[in-house]
């Protein structure tokens, strides 16, 4: 979580072409535009989506060409074990689609790191699930090369850097580095996680070569895993006063709706019906019905000169500590069953 | 920070009274009313909010009679080495102000508790001070007997039980209690320290004389020390938009008043002058001229169903820390110069 | 392991009529002394010793009246789980023999302290074993209360004490103190548990009542839970000496006899047959024919004006949790099978 | 502290020819011969040794062409500050006059490594000095490159490729290694920093290449900072019963001389004037007139199939965390300073 990370967390699913075509419509539309392929799936209480990039359509969207799979249980809590056992298993089924090769190559070693800052909690996780890693008595050694090396900030050493001087001596047959994120859904905050096989890319776009951990810098595949911990400040506002007009303008035109009376179930972030947000114009003014991203510009401008504030839930010790359990022992028995 | 802790945070400045006489001259008001004296100062960078209340004072506001303290610097940063020195300084004076007889009471042992959950980073402010005093290679412990008993869930024993058994046998001088709050102004979060002479006493008003730590329940005064290091979701959220709200509302009238030109200094949360908010609600709707706690309250009922989320700032880590080595070395110096 | 705490460690079997009386048949006469009880066992690996001292023994050996049991598996290592486990059942069990009070006293309270410094990494494991049951997601609580108080360097408070002033208020069924012990037997070291229904009574016969943790001072049953994870340097020392008389003595001895060539297995600390060490006195000098307490006082003289050495394993930080782990789960699943 | 280890702690006084040549006497014949040069000195209270080998000493006893450095204080304590600041000053100062070269390469860049396990506590000093290194808030990263890879058994990597990957990129002026060691004097445990110019090579002499971290494996100059935390179990009783043999011997000689009113300081281990052991021959026997090195194999085999004890002081979290404040303030002052 450098200061770079924001740019980081833009995970497909997460940009702007998503946030404005939310409704189940017209996700489908795009997902039948050239070169982007959604698809989205349940597997247990685990919601995937897998979105696969072609060269046409990251002209289109502006990410990079890959595959991009975002795990969620929406419900999960920290003390979850039934759901942390479910997000590992389906972690380690997709990480043997994304890499078929390995199977191909024993002989190459496996090059592990966890990226982050060792003392800032939330950035923690990737250090964390190393120190598992290192210290379980598995043979995962054998096989995998493993380290954190801390950030920048700490070390004097560019990251990327650091992880292409290794590649450059062990020709690893992939490398997979385990990081926190910045996330831009505060409905997603610790209850995520993403991959990628587009490897980390700040400033994605941009163009900063120099920081970039992929194929084109390291000379081998890089998987990305992230799992975001904390979310920016004013992101979260922004979310809560959509969520706050969505249920409001739910409510409304539920009780003009014949079958009111069967509905009680509370409007939820995920519902993809589109909800008509003019009822409530009287009540929250003109820009209840502008786009979420407006409200946030707003809300970002209104805090300039307070503290940027990036917050995490109160207990992201025991969440930073149950992920860095679980990839620690997902990687472990993946390595040892290809 | 158990359950019930979100109650403790109501310091007096905190209270609906409070919130609901914004202006300079609404809280003059208040100052004259009986029963109530409230005190604002700044000693360097350092605000201070003095309020005392006597008998009939604390039926008006339904708060205990004492004397509570706030020591605040809006702009602290975790690396202001400075700015801590000088919240220590002030936290020392104040101490001396309050406990007049621990001079004439050399005999007198002071009991110093660290309350809190040491695993859960913001949580951990109490218990990490302790560690620091009980480490230290100072001689505090011929004066000072030290504790940090953890919570009730983990102990099995209500800590303010704890605390009688201990001050039974040893009939101290002084209870000193430190822990961790959650504020219910996200401006504060950990720029803040309280203090107060009432003790604690969860779910104030209530009479849950049980889990009260007050001279009431222990025999001898108890003063806390708190620290607000979380903030609870949808009141970070009602705050920003209150923020916005005002915002906005002063850019509009600084625009129509003839000496717009010199005023450029953005809205803070501690400006006093009235903002007319009327002039915002084509724009932001009816609900923009609500009192703030009746949109805190919708935040709170949209949010049902959803996590409870109790926010901490990304670097809690270095702001616990901080503020563990503040009140270990203030009490150390404060016992040693008594 | 405060100053005091050398003499604690004087467990039934460490005291001197137990070193002086060495040999099997000694030991018979040990045991048939009257007032006096021994048992050994052998259950799994795990070598069991029971001591039962009535009143007539207490005043013949020096020791409490009361039962003492020890613990040893002498080929423990750090990643034998299986020998931690075997460990752990016989502690489970034995804490059923000697308390079969608390199954009619549902209602009362098991009051569980761990003594110790938690900076100090081989004083730990009492606070490390109490961490753990603290923060374990079981139902302990509701039936035991679980404090890691500090020692009285850090609190300013005597433990014992503090214990009494909880067992005041608490009036518990059953007191259990948790320490980490010196040990006068360095082949103990980080391989014993030992336990006892007199509880901690340092300078056991001298009377120092106020520092005494026992049913005449708390008012309640207190067992003793001890962990070696110290030796002191010199006892290392004259153990090893005495090591390697025995050693070249049983060698020599052993060409001697007829059956020399059956005979392969090295001499070991726990052999019962008696050596004689005339047969080395040309090499090794009068002293070898010595008492091993002579020589161990001759070490301690020698090494006066040198640092007093307490000595810990390398890997002490691997012990010491294996053993709050260890203490933690025995505790949890003996509390809820009463 | 990897199981070559061993090989490491044979800082050049501490090899046979020192050993076997005790009394101030014969260390002047060393001092003489051809390759090697001893300068010993004292600067407050920091016994210094300087060794200068050359290539024709390098073949005379075995050890590589270089400077070696042990600064000592024998009577240091964990909370002798004054101690440590004299540690660290002298250390400075021979860092400066060890790499003069570090000046006229303002560009170069240093690379610091901390060797060794972090969750082993005495084999943590190298990581916790980089900690301190890494999270202090100075600017010794724009001139530094600071990690703490841990131990090849963690990472699956070999520390030695590690450090060549990383200095093929870097090109630094210089590397740093910071180690822990186990020591052969256990006089000098805690008590000792060691330095020298010839970098790191286990199993020194017989050409373990692979494992060299020298500046003719990696490139370019390597400084190896040694801290001796361990001492092997044999050779502490060894050392011991070395102690008793010459203070014994000593006190007799004294008896007969006629000054011996005069002389009542005990002996230590310092003491250079030879004591002649045939006095003690009737009680100690023939054994206490060998070549200690003989005694410590005795004791060696003696306790094969017992445990191979390496041992530590029981505060050693004190001093490791001592150590690693003194590298990483002395490493930083000294960085600023060149």
Known sequence: MENNKWYRTDLVDETEEFINHKTAEERETLRESTGIKVLEEERGRVKITRVDVDSSGADEIGKKQGTYFTFTIPTLTPDDEEGFKQLGEVLAEELTTLHPFIKDNKEGKVLIIGLGNKTITPDAVGPLAIDELQNSATSIQE?????????????????????????????????????????????????TIQMTDTGIHPGSGVGNMRKEISKETIGCPVTAIGLPTVVDGPVLIADAVDTLFQSIAAKIQEKNSPSSALSVTPWRPSDTSKVDLEVIKPIFGEWSTWPKEERLQLFEESLVGHDRLFVTPKNIDEWVHNYAYLISDTLTEWIEST
Chains 1, 2, 3, 4 share one sequence.
């Open 143 to 191: 096989r995998c090369i493993i380290y954190a090396p801390g950030v920048t900030g700490q070390t004097g050493y560019e990251t990327s850097s650091f992880i292409k001087a290794l590649a450059e001596q062990i020709k690893p047959a992939l490398v997979i580095v385990v990081d926190a994120l910045a996330t831009r859904a505060s409905n997603r905050l610790c209850k």
